[in-house]
Each structure stands twice: as structure tokens, then as C-alpha cells.
């Protein structure tokens, strides 16, 4: 966009209007996939942990496969915001039609189109960043809406917290019709007041194979960057593990840590939300720790505490007895949450050349979504064979993220400062 065209504020109406999506979209992300529809399936449908990892699984493998297309026709199409509309109203039409009579497969078929669209959505939503920023601050409107959706997170909990009721009022299914609706809601300024570039240079669509074919180039020209060849395969690990953990963690602390969604404990708040807000707090608090943490001792020695950190914190809960331990589980999980998007980012943009910095941060994304299909998968498999060891299953699986989050450490240990390629 001409500079002339682009927002003089950093807290404009449009860029403001671009972080509130981020609040609605996190609304989905927190009430669906991480705390409701699990849960929701295993305990109230009989379903198990392998069909809801399938499902996200198959959404996040097709995002996959179809990011180097979308991408394409982004640019092509020179147009984002119509887009965004399209895969906003098909994650939104398909949540809120969670809420109505169906069977466990079709639910299970409905949760995986959202998801898609969900994180399709994100593909056009964050291409949009540099229209609704002023020049050279990119990285402050970006944490605008990394913060609104910490704030999304929080406020949908409790937003849909009476729709859900207590006791023998309690419902999950009741949590995803006005779920969908909050998400339509806080996404409509985007579609209100960000206004695209003016002059629109399209690129020439590609041919499907080369679009296809191009994260496999891009990572085979990678040999002479063995560093960022080393990161992002430890990365892939990491981000396994934490995928994993935001799709299954209420299972878990329900199952093995005996918290209860039916019992109010603070605030309107049941036990399992209650967890998940303190998570997300310690979430917000563990991104800044993380990047004064990256600008003073470095961003690859900030990386490694922060993974070291989640083998901790997973170590704890894969061996922890005691329900009141879990209470120190969440906190730790969120500031590893937290440091590991501050600090990985921080670490790329700081080797990479600069010229090619978007193919590596494309490898990055593509990686991202690979972890997140085979990291719920793995959960699903140990909790299904684990099936004659009652709830120790849990332990089981989390035995499996633990082993991929210590791979991970182990891969990045080697890592050597931004900035140096060795």
C-alpha cells in the first residue's frame, strides 16, 4: 500500500478494527477446540480422544496442503478481505450448527470444516497487517492483536459461562451457538473499516504443480542455512507438543487431575475455566517475560529456558499425583506458551536474509500446521490403546508430548545465536 494510503496511528480505527478479529477468532479457538468440544465428545457423546484428533487433524492437514494455494490466490486476487468473509462465515456457520440435533460423526464432520475455516481465515487475516499499519510498525500492531486475543480468550470464557449453566443445567453443546455468534460480532469492524490497498498489483497465478512443489524446493535450497534447517525441525516438535496440549489439556486435567466443569469455584467460574483463564493470564505475562528475556541474553538462549521450561512443566504433570499440583501445571504451561511465539520469531527474523526471509517464514507456517496434525494424532493413538488402563491412558499420552517436547529441546540446544549460521 502507498504510505500515503497507510494508517499514520498505530492505534487507529483500522488497525484496531484488524485486532478485534483476533479477539473473535480466539473466542473459537478457546471455547471449541480447547475447552468445550473435546470434552464434549468424550464425555457426552462417547466418542474418544482419537475421533476429535482426527478430525483437527484432517482441517490442519488440508491447510496444509492448500496454504501454498491460498497464498497464491491471495496475491493473485489482489482482494483479502472477501475472503476473510468467506472462510469467517463458514467457521461460524458450522460452530453454530454444532448446537443442533446430529450424530457424533456429522458433529465430528461440522468441528473440522470450522477449524478449517478457522485457520484458512488466518492465512488472508495476517496478510493484512501491513494495510492497517503505519510504516516500520508492523511489530506493534501485531502485538495488538496477539494481546486482544489473550483478551478474546478470557472474555468468551466468560461470556458463554451462563449459556453453559451448572449442575444439572450444565451443557457443553449449549456453549457453541453464541460462541459463533461472539465471533461474528468482533469480526465485523473488520469488515467495516479496513480498507485494502487502493492500487492493486496482482501477480500472475502460478501453475498448481510449482505452488505445490515450492515448500519442498525452498527447504532443499535451505542446505546452506543448516542452522534455520536445525530450527525448524526442532520447532516442528515443539509446536507438536504444544498443538497437542491446547486441543487436549481440559481432557486431561478433567480426567486425571479431577477437575470438575460442573462446580462453580470463583468468579461464575468452574474449575476447568478457572484453570484455563489462570493459563492465559500466565500466558500474556509469559510473552513479555519472554521478550525482555530475548532482547537481554538473546533470542536462541530465551528459546532454549522456554522449551526447557515446557519439559518441566510436562515432566510435572506426567508424574504428578496430586490435584493441587495441577494448579502450578497451568501457569508454567501458559509462560511456555507465551515464549515460545516471542522468542522462535525473534530468532528468525534475525538470521534469515533479509531477501529471504517470507520463504523461510512460509516453511515456518507450513511446519506449524504439520505439528499440529500429527501431535493431536499421537495424543488420539496412545489414549486408544491405553484404553485398558482406565484413566492412566491420560498419563500415557502425555508421556508421548513429553518425548516430542524433549526431542525438541535436544534439536534446539545446538542452536547457535541469531544472526550466526553454523
Not at 473499516?193 to 501453475?207: A, D, H, L, N, S
Not at 510436562?314 to 490435584?323: C, G, S
Amino acid at each position: 500500500m502507498p504510505e500515503m494510503h497507510r494508517p499514520h496511528k498505530v492505534y487507529s480505527l483500522q488497525s484496531v478494527s484488524w485486532g478485534l478479529y483476533d479477539l473473535a477468532n480466539t473466542i473459537f479457538s478457546m471455547n471449541v477446540v480447547s475447552l468445550y468440544f473435546a470434552l464434549w465428545v468424550v464425555e457426552d457423546l462417547g466418542g474418544d480422544d482419537l475421533m476429535v484428533a482426527a478430525a483437527r487433524s484432517s482441517a490442519m492437514l488440508l491447510i496444509a496442503v492448500t496454504m501454498p494455494f491460498l497464498g497464491a490466490l491471495s496475491d493473485f486476487s489482489g482482494k483479502r478481505k472477501p475472503l476473510i468473509l468467506l472462510f469467517t462465515i463458514i467457521c461460524v456457520g458450522f460452530t453454530a450448527v454444532l448446537a443442533f440435533d446430529a450424530s457424533l460423526i456429522v458433529y465430528l464432520l461440522f468441528f473440522g470444516i470450522a477449524v478449517f475455516g478457522f485457520q484458512a481465515g488466518l492465512v488472508f487475516y495476517n496478510a493484512l497487517l501491513p494495510d492497517v499499519s503505519p510504516p516500520g510498525k508492523e511489530g506493534k500492531v501485531s502485538g495488538m492483536g496477539v494481546a486482544l486475543g489473550y483478551v478474546g480468550s478470557i472474555a468468551g470464557m466468560l461470556a458463554i459461562r451462563p449459556f453453559v449453566g451448572t449442575g444439572a443445567e450444565f451443557s457443553r453443546q449449549a456453549a457453541f451457538l453464541p460462541t459463533a455468534v461472539l465471533f461474528l460480532i468482533f469480526a465485523i469492524p473488520l469488515f467495516l473499516f479496513v480498507k485494502e490497498k487502493r492500487i492493486v498489483e496482482k501477480r500472475p497465478m502460478p501453475p498448481v504443480k510449482e505452488l505445490f512443489l515450492q515448500p519442498y524446493r525452498i527447504f532443499k535450497s535451505s542446505s546452506g542455512f543448516p542452522s534455520v534447517r536445525r530450527f525448524l525441525i526442532g520447532r516442528f516438535f515443539v509446536v507438536e507438543a504444544m498443538e497437542t496440549v491446547i486441543s487436549f489439556m481440559a481432557v486431561f486435567v478433567v480426567f486425571v487431575g479431577g477437575f470438575n466443569q460442573k462446580r462453580t469455584v470463583a468468579a461464575g467460574m468452574d474449575e476447568v475455566m478457572f484453570f484455563m483463564v489462570i493459563a492465559t493470564v500466565f500466558a500474556v505475562i509469559g510473552s513479555f517475560i519472554w521478550g525482555i528475556a530475548a532482547d537481554r541474553i538473546g533470542a536462541a538462549k530465551a528459546l532454549k529456558l522456554c522449551v526447557l521450561l515446557w519439559v518441566v512443566t510436562l515432566f510435572i504433570a506426567l508424574v504428578n499425583p496430586l490435584k493441587e499440583l495441577f494448579w502450578l501445571v497451568g501457569p508454567l504451561a501458559g509462560i511456555g506458551l507465551g515464549g515460545v511465539w516471542t522468542t522462535d520469531r525473534a530468532w528468525l527474523i534475525n538470521t534469515v536474509p533479509l531477501e529471504r526471509r517470507a520463504e523461510f517464514f512460509g516453511l515456518y507456517a507450513l511446519s506449524g500446521r504439520l505439528a499440529a496434525v500429527i501431535g493431536p494424532l499421537l495424543w488420539g493413538i496412545s489414549v486408544r490403546f491405553g484404553e485398558p488402563l482406565g484413566d492412566f491412558k491420560y498419563r500415557i499420552a502425555v508421556g508421548t508430548i513429553f518425548l516430542l517436547m524433549l526431542i525438541g529441546y535436544l534439536i534446539l540446544l545446538r542452536l547457535p545465536p541469531e544472526g550466526r549460521d553454523v
